[in-house]
């Protein structure tokens, strides 16, 4: 017999949350009606008063349940951060219920104390029922507290934190009602306002807490960070290599997630796929602090101190989409004159080419007052996939290329030729094997020079390509 499908994790935590809501609301119900019912029987103004506080907490409490169920919802269009927020407003709900049942019982305890006597009943049950309730908020705050730790619910927090204070206040109703029945058995006239003066410590607990209370509610209401989370995230993503600089860091709340927003600096030079990567480690770093936080990250590109006239070349063509390669800058007296290759579209005309390049070089000009004049040699950038007519086996023509290969001393073999007609044009390609130690720029003179020359010695090559490789890894 198969078992029930395992929860989610998402529908466990719901599950839970409200099992605590609802566990809570029941008790509510049974300690508010007990306290009611003992607080009239005996004209206990502190059982009263915590009867009222009871009642706020089952007000609290249907409204913890709802909230918890509502929060929980993915977003949606309308709801585009989700419903976090409810638990929040409710938390802010009940901060207002516990205020106000405050004003009432320190206004009525204002009048017993000062212009209304009433005589007070201890008796057994009114015992029984606080002490009762004492044990049960113990249960209740208990049980909440760790599922709202869990889920790092506002909500069921504030409940948590309620249901804990209800225990010391419970009490001092306890002491007073002690207090009360020493005074009518002792005679001990002032020990008679015990009872309107324990009523008056609970309403300042119920504020004190409601402060608390009130001051997170609203915060995250109005998406004030956590302290020191900033300024914790900033030194996070200032570390994180390929930063240039934080530029912004917002974080909000809402219920049990939080939203981060930041911007970061970039060099101006990094490929759209290396800005993607450094956004993901921006967003690793921002969950070190925040574990689970939902990351936004605007990378904003950013100049560097280190950079040359290549760099800066590159980096405006890259602004406007473009791909430059064999830039030559030459000084004269203070004037640079730039020469580069770009690629564009095989399909542009040769108009809107040249207009293109016009409004780069323009471009270049203004980000780069040095630069006196730019000549660009404009090349068609395939943008179809060619078909071979045949793969060609010459061996005559490798002979030949071979032989002007060997007037070259630095070219130790080439290799490998591959003879293709494409469109009725010939194209070759080959291996070239050139010493370890020469330097990128000298084996790209050796691959210029020699693609010339083959050229030269076998005039119907259309193109040539030839990949060089050093000695050590001649893979012949």
């Not at 929860?7 to 466990?12: A, V």
């Not at 989370?229 to 390929?242: E, N």
Request: aromatic share 6%; hydrophobic share 45%.
């Amino acid at each position: 017999m198969s078992g029930s499908p395992a929860l989610s994790p998402s529908d466990l935590m719901r599950s839970e949350k409200r099992a605590a809501a609802g566990n809570s609301v029941i008790a509510a119900v049974v300690i508010t009606g007990l306290k009611m019912l003992v607080g009239i029987s005996t004209g206990s103004l502190g059982i009263l008063s915590e009867a009222a506080h009871s009642g706020l907490d089952l007000i609290a409490s249907l409204l913890t349940y709802f909230s918890v169920g509502v929060s929980d919802k993915p977003a949606d269009a309308d709801h585009q951060y989700g419903h976090g927020k409810i638990e929040n407003f409710s938390a802010f709900v009940e901060t207002g219920l516990l205020l106000l049942t405050c004003a009432w019982i320190i206004y009525e305890a204002g009048v017993r104390l000062f212009f209304r006597r009433i005589e007070i009943e201890p008796t057994i049950a009114a015992f029984a029922v606080m002490l009762f309730s004492m044990a049960l908020d113990w249960w209740r705050s208990r049980a909440l507290g760790r599922i709202a730790s869990k889920y790092d619910s506002q909500a069921l927090e504030a409940d948590a934190l309620h249901f804990s204070t209800d225990i010391w206040s419970a009490g001092v109703v306890v002491l007073g009602l002690v207090l009360v029945l020493i005074g009518r058995t002792y005679h001990v006239e002032w020990l008679r306002d015990s009872d309107p003066i324990a009523a008056l410590f609970v309403a300042g607990v119920v504020v004190s807490v409601s402060w608390r209370l009130a001051r997170r509610t609203i915060d995250a209401l109005l998406d004030a960070a956590p302290p020191g989370v900033r300024s914790k995230i900033y030194d996070a993503v200032s570390r994180v290599d390929g930063v240039l600089e934080v530029d912004r860091v917002r974080i909000r709340r809402a219920g049990n997630r939080y939203f981060a927003d930041l911007a970061v600096g970039l060099a101006r030079t990094v490929t759209f796929q290396r800005s993607g990567q450094l956004a993901a480690s921006v967003t690793d770093a921002v969950h070190k602090v925040l574990p689970d936080a939902d990351v936004t990250v605007q990378p904003l590109p950013r100049a560097q101190h280190s950079e040359n006239i290549f760099d800066q070349i590159r980096a405006v063509a890259t602004r406007n989409n473009l791909n430059v390669h064999d830039i030559s800058v030459q000084d004269f007296a203070g004037r640079l004159h730039v020469e580069q290759h770009i690629e564009l579209d095989e399909r542009m005309s040769l108009k809107d080419a040249h207009d293109q390049v016009t409004e780069l070089e323009a471009d270049m000009r203004h980000d780069i007052p040095e630069i006196a004049d730019i000549l660009t040699h404009i090349e068609s950038e395939p943008a179809t996939i060619e078909k071979p007519e045949e793969v060609v086996s010459d061996a005559e023509l490798e002979h030949r290329l071979k032989a002007a290969a060997s007037q070259f001393p630095e070219v130790l073999d080439v290799h490998d030729f591959v003879i293709k007609r494409v469109r009725g044009r010939m194209y070759i390609s080959c291996h070239c094997t050139l010493s370890d130690e020469l330097s990128l720029a000298r084996v790209h003179d050796i691959q210029t020079e020699l693609e010339t020359r083959f050229k030269q010695d076998a005039p119907e090559l259309f193109r040539v390509l030839i990949h060089p490789e050093p000695s050590t890894d001649n893979r012949r």
